[in-house]
């Protein structure tokens, strides 16, 4: 199976911030890297597929770059809302696996 | 739009069984497939398998094979997820979530349904 490590685990910034999660895959994935973002009790919602394509009306401060084995997801300017878990998700092979997900907390 | 509406909780005993359903409206069934994703109390994301709509193929995750059962309705535009012998520590929220263009990954989410395992 391919393991997908996240890092940081946590991290507290403040509105305004720009902010960088990273995603490493244990093998090459290609491009077929998603990003995810869940608030609490509530399900997640897509932001990002292929690495770098913003899923449809996700905000522009979002955006996602990478390849191979490694991945970011950077919110260029955060805003209230952003505060939430994220997680990153590889597709190209099953079992499709998901990061243990980046807890972004308001400093 | 796309709307993937699931079944409301259940309460279930150790040993027994349970199916979720998941309604989907909004686009042509059948051109999809299906993720399962749960996600059990203060812990991250757990991919369970998938299914295609167009002819029932499955994936599952080997943490589950032998208890899970994936299905699809294309007559009523529903994914089933059925698990069997369940324990404790399945005790979670059970997703959905829609594939795109056969792009493994959950472009769209239903609500979630909680299960829960307890005698």
């Known amino acids: 199976d391919i393991q997908m490590t996240q890092s940081p685990s946590s991290l507290s910034a403040s509105v305004g911030d720009r902010v960088t999660i990273t995603c490493r895959a244990s093998?090459?994935?290609?491009?077929?890297l998603a990003w995810f973002q869940q608030k609490p009790g509530k399900a997640p919602k897509s932001l990002i597929y292929g690495t770098s394509t913003l899923q449809v009306g996700v905000s522009s401060r979002f955006s996602g770059s990478g390849s191979e084995t490694d991945f970011t997801l950077t919110i260029s300017s955060l805003q209230p809302e952003d505060f939430a878990t994220y997680y990153c998700q590889q597709y190209k092979t099953f079992p499709v696996t998901f990061g243990q997900g980046t807890r972004l907390d308001i400093k | 739009q796309v709307q993937l509406v699931q079944s409301a909780a259940e309460v279930k005993e150790p040993g027994a069984s349970v199916k979720v359903s998941c309604k989907a409206s909004?686009?042509?069934?059948?051109?999809?497939?299906f993720l399962w994703v749960r996600q059990a109390p203060g812990q991250g994301l757990e991919w369970m398998g998938w299914i295609s709509a167009l002819n029932g193929n499955t994936h599952y995750a080997q943490k589950f094979e032998g208890r899970v059962i994936m299905t699809t309705d294309t007559s009523t535009s529903t994914a089933y997820l059925e698990l069997r012998s369940l324990r404790s520590d399945d005790t979670a929220v059970y997703y959905c979530?829609?594939?795109?263009?056969?792009?493994?990954?959950?472009?769209?989410w239903g609500q979630g349904t909680l299960v829960t395992v307890s005698s």
């Open positions: 093998q090459v994935i290609n491009t077929y």
């Open positions: 909004g686009f042509t069934f059948n051109y999809y497939g």
């Open positions: 979530a829609r594939d795109k263009a056969g792009y493994k990954y959950g472009s769209d």
